[in-house]
């Protein structure tokens, strides 16, 4: 939890640098957060991927996956002017929003939240978006391969105006727990100040991992990829701890030897290291 001095400072460090930059009329920059987390499980057994992909369609079903997106507004500080969801047969679900920016006390209230849902400069909000959309689509593996079920949820959330969606992060990896996170950032566009110069980018941002909270980059490997010139940041993010019993659905370890224990486990890290290197090992 921030303590009430690291509030006031956030505060002072946003009203600061938003000081510097006077807009002229609308803020034009559209700006677009990409995640995609990734969840891995071994059935040893198609029984055991069917119960494994009900109970993945249960967890991650619409309705859910709504209030997840609408905490997720509550967060970077929107307000939600309409919704669609959908949940298919057999499996997967998607949640679509459309939002609009919300007041500039009510962003100071959020700055208050536990560190796990904001970074601690976090950007502030005024009144400028009044169109804005946050999405979100999962994609259960229907076979496993070598036994390994792969969860896929993919979540985009774009926003134009000085409403930044970076703020979301670590509420998204927080309530998912994924095993493999990949977040891409882009800022498209133009917009002028008073003074009738061009700005491509209305925030001070290096890296994605600014925005990350310092408990999830201990308990994490962070990798950059990052094009500043172009406005372009990404950075993939990989579970560092590694417990087998966690990678296990509706089966203990002690259900294996010890061969076939260090067998599976050789398994799902090989198919960690390969999502996590975007390639094939």
């Not at 493999?180 to 003074?195: E, F, P, W």
């Amino acid at each position: 939890m921030l303590n009430k001095a690291q509030v006031l400072n956030n505060i002072n460090k946003v009203n600061l640098y938003m000081s510097k930059l006077k807009l002229h009329g609308f803020n034009n920059l559209t700006k677009t957060l990409g995640l995609c987390v990734y969840q891995l499980r071994y059935t040893n057994s198609l029984d055991t991927l069917h119960t494994y992909n009900q109970f993945i369609n249960q967890q991650y079903k619409a309705s859910r996956l709504n209030h997840i997106l609408a905490k997720t507004a509550d967060i970077i500080g929107g307000n939600i002017l309409n919704s669609a969801s959908q949940d298919y047969q057999p499996q997967g679900a998607s949640v679509t929003m459309m939002i609009a920016e919300g007041d500039e006390g009510n962003l100071i209230e959020n700055i208050k939240q536990p560190i796990n849902y904001l970074a601690s400069n976090a950007t502030s909000v005024v009144n400028h978006l009044d169109k804005s959309h946050i999405c979100i689509h999962t994609y259960p593996e229907t076979q496993a391969v070598n036994g390994i079920s792969i969860f896929r949820a993919d979540i985009e959330i774009s926003t134009c105006g000085v409403i930044s969606p970076l703020r979301a992060a670590n509420f998204f990896i927080s309530t998912f727990n994924p095993d493999i996170t990949t977040l891409d950032y882009r800022v498209r566009g133009v917009t002028r100040d008073t003074a009738g110069i061009k700005h491509y980018l209305d925030e001070k941002i290096t890296s994605i991992q600014g925005y990350l909270s310092e408990d999830i980059k201990h308990k994490h490997y962070c990798s950059d990829i990052n094009l500043p010139k172009a406005n372009i940041f990404m950075t993939k993010v990989k579970r560092k701890e590694f417990e087998l019993e966690n990678y296990l659905f509706a089966r203990k370890a002690k259900d294996y030897s010890t061969i076939e224990q260090k067998h599976i486990t050789k398994l799902v890290k090989r198919e960690i290291e390969d999502i996590f290197a975007s390639e094939n090992g």
